[in-house]
């Protein structure tokens, strides 16, 4: 049986990585991560994919809103999205409406009316099949890996592609290339 969302356990002051409410002081453990979504880049955009669930076309913020998730086991307020992303308070808010309707995020809310986000999957990152094809022909064309090319000798690879694909292949270089 899950936990709901309001059974929060408290902790007592031995057990690792619970997240402490600033204002009480008291520490708390989060569900732990269950499933996986994968954060698939496409020359359109992204989409989060689940096994068994309908993609979602998410956009490239809410995006990194699911990886900044998922590397914070201990989940993060807005104010601390806010920040990693670089936008207002309201357009985080904004942007994770969508994520938590789709049950991609959950959240919690702590003592003194603050909310704290996370999500229960472990969130991995991949290329499409149609860029991932691409990444290889250009590999297996210049004999190394698509991250270590230089941009020039990208922009002269890639002239030939759509440029939907092109751009999204740029875009994945220049964000630093994921693992797939």
Same mark, same amino acid.
């Given at each position: 049986m899950e936990t709901p969302k309001s059974a929060i356990r408290l902790l007592s002051a031995s057990e690792s990585r619970p997240r402490v409410d600033a204002v009480s002081g008291i520490r708390l453990e989060l569900p732990r991560k269950t499933g996986i979504v994968s954060i698939v880049k496409t020359p359109k955009?992204?989409?989060?994919?689940?096994?068994?669930?309908?993609p979602l076309a998410i956009n490239e913020?809410? /995006?990194?809103?699911? *990886?900044?998730? &998922?590397?914070?086991? #201990?989940?993060l307020i807005a104010?601390?999205?806010?920040?990693?992303?670089?936008?207002?308070?309201?357009g985080v808010l904004f942007l994770l409406k969508p994520l938590q309707t789709a049950g991609l995020v959950e959240r919690a809310t702590l003592r003194g009316g603050g909310v704290l986000y996370y999500t229960k999957a472990r969130i991995t990152q991949k290329l499409s099949a149609e860029l991932?094809?691409?990444? /290889?022909?250009?590999? *297996?064309?210049? &004999?190394?890996?698509? #991250?270590?090319?230089e941009l020039r000798e990208l922009y002269e690879e890639t002239k030939d592609l759509a440029p939907n694909v092109r751009k999204a292949l740029v875009n994945w270089v220049l964000d630093g290339g994921w693992n797939n």
């Open positions: 955009g992204f989409r989060a994919e689940a096994p068994g669930e309908t913020s809410q /995006a990194r809103i699911l *990886k900044d998730l &998922g590397d914070a086991p #201990e989940g104010a601390e999205l806010s920040e990693r992303l670089g936008m207002t308070h309201s991932a094809e691409v990444k /290889a022909v250009l590999e *297996k064309r210049r &004999g190394k890996n698509l #991250e270590d090319f």
